[in-house]
């Protein structure tokens, strides 16, 4: 099993900035894809950003373009999303996800991927 603890979110002010780290660890795998997460209340999780593992191709939804960027350090198994100029509509948990198998382009559903943290809750005041 692979176990992903996030960690890093919290209250900022709109205009803010937050770095999210996502760690695994167990039967982790190398390739695949990482992808962060976020699911407001009462809305549905979506897709903000993944990253091949490998090659680093990254994709982004057109909402967090140009300010939110996905990164991942591999010696430490670890995924980050930095997110600057946040906005109060940001606000949501945000989830990591990790999924093992190759795909011909970047996964976007929730199906898509097998493992799944904990969350970490992000709020940004206006």
């Known amino acids: 099993q692979v176990q992903l603890v996030e960690s890093g979110g919290g209250l900022v002010q709109a205009g803010g900035s937050l770095r999210l780290s996502c760690a695994a660890s167990g039967r982790t795998f190398s390739g695949g894809v990482r992808g962060w997460f976020r699911q407001a209340p009462g809305k549905e999780r979506v897709l903000v950003a993944a990253l091949t593992w490998n090659e680093g191709n990254t994709h982004y939804a057109d909402s967090v373009k140009g300010r939110f960027t996905i990164s991942s350090d591999n010696a430490k198994d670890t995924v980050y999303l930095q997110m600057n100029s946040l906005k109060p509509e940001a606000t949501a948990v945000y989830y990591c996800?990790?999924?093992?198998?190759?795909?011909?382009?970047?996964?976007?559903?929730?199906?898509?991927?097998?493992?799944w943290g904990q969350g970490t809750q992000v709020t940004v005041s206006s």
């Open positions: 996800a990790a999924d093992g198998r190759v795909w011909a382009g970047i996964p976007v559903k929730i199906s898509n991927y097998d493992y």
